[in-house]
C-alpha cells in the first residue's frame, strides 16, 4: 500500500515533443505529490509539486495532472528539450508534519535532437 | 545561498568496516533526512531528523543509524558493511518538514 508505481520506465521523445510520465498510488493518506529531476551524479531536484485538492498544476513547461479518484498522477512536459534528458521520479508521502517520500521506480527520458 | 553539501563524495571500504557519512544541510533547515539509492531497490527512505530528534525511521536494519547535532549538521553511519550496502546515499534538508533539498549524495562502494 506503500507503493507508488511508475511508468514507462524509459521514454525517448523528439525535440518540441510532448514526454508524459505516469504514477499510480493505492495509500489514499498521501496528500502530497512531488516530482524530481535528477541528472547523472546529481541528486534528486524538485520541479513541481500538487497536493490532492487542486486537479492541474503548471510551472512553465512543467504539468502535473492529478486524478484523486483514480488515484494517478501524472507529468507533462511540453515542448520538450534536450537539456531535459535526465531521469523522472514521482513521490508521495502523508504530510504529517515532515516528509517520508515513497518515491516511484523513475523514468528515464531521452529527448532526441 | 550554498547547497545541501554531503561528504566524501565518494567512499569505498571493505565488507565488514564502518562507514560515517556527513551532510550540512541548508543554512536555517533544521530537517535532515537520508535516502539511499539503487537501481535495484531506486529510493528508499532511511531516516529523519528534526532538532536533533530521530523523527522517522525507514524499513533497514540497526546497522544503519544516524544523528543529528545542534547545528543541523547529520551523520550517517553503516556498521559491518554488506556488498548490499553498495549506493548512492542521499541527504535533503528542509525548514520545517516539508519541500525537501537533496544534496549531490555520497556513493559508497563496499568490496
Known amino acids: 500500500q506503500q507503493q507508488v508505481k511508475q511508468s514507462p520506465q524509459s521514454l525517448i521523445v523528439q525535440k518540441g515533443g510532448i514526454s508524459i510520465i505516469n504514477c499510480a498510488y493505492e495509500?489514499?493518506?498521501?496528500?502530497?505529490f512531488p516530482w524530481y529531476q535528477q541528472f547523472p551524479g546529481k541528486g534528486p531536484a524538485l520541479l513541481i509539486a500538487?497536493?490532492?485538492?487542486?486537479s492541474e498544476k503548471k510551472e512553465g513547461r512543467f504539468t502535473i495532472s492529478f486524478n484523486k479518484s483514480a488515484k494517478q498522477f501524472s507529468l507533462h512536459i511540453m515542448d520538450s528539450q534536450p537539456g531535459d534528458s535526465a531521469t523522472y521520479f514521482c513521490?508521495?508521502?502523508?504530510?504529517?508534519?515532515?516528509?517520508?517520500?515513497?518515491f516511484g521506480t523513475g523514468t528515464r527520458l531521452l529527448v532526441s535532437p | 545561498k550554498a547547497g545541501v553539501t554531503q561528504t566524501p563524495r565518494y567512499l569505498i571500504k571493505t565488507r565488514g568496516q564502518q562507514v560515517t557519512l556527513s551532510c550540512s544541510p541548508i543554512?536555517?533547515?533544521?530537517?535532515v533526512s537520508w535516502y539511499q539509492q539503487t537501481p535495484g531497490q531506486g529510493l528508499q527512505f532511511l531516516f529523519e531528523?528534526?532538532?536533533?530528534?530521530?523523527?522517522n525511521k525507514g524499513n533497514f536494519p540497526g546497522r544503519f543509524s544516524g544523528r543529528q547535532f545542534s547545528n543541523s549538521r547529520s551523520e550517517m553511519n553503516v556498521s559491518t558493511l554488506e556488498l548490499g550496502d553498495s549506493a548512492l546515499y542521499l541527504c535533503?534538508?528542509?525548514?520545517?518538514?516539508?519541500?525537501?533539498?537533496f544534496g549531490s549524495g555520497t556513493r559508497l562502494t563496499v568490496v
Open positions: 535533503a534538508s528542509s525548514l520545517g518538514g516539508s519541500g525537501y533539498t
Open positions: 495509500n489514499t493518506a498521501f496528500d502530497y
Open positions: 500538487i497536493r490532492p485538492d487542486v
Open positions: 513521490a508521495a508521502s502523508v504530510n504529517t508534519g515532515f516528509q517520508k517520500l515513497v
Open positions: 543554512s536555517g533547515h533544521r530537517s
Open positions: 531528523y528534526f532538532s536533533e530528534t530521530q523523527r
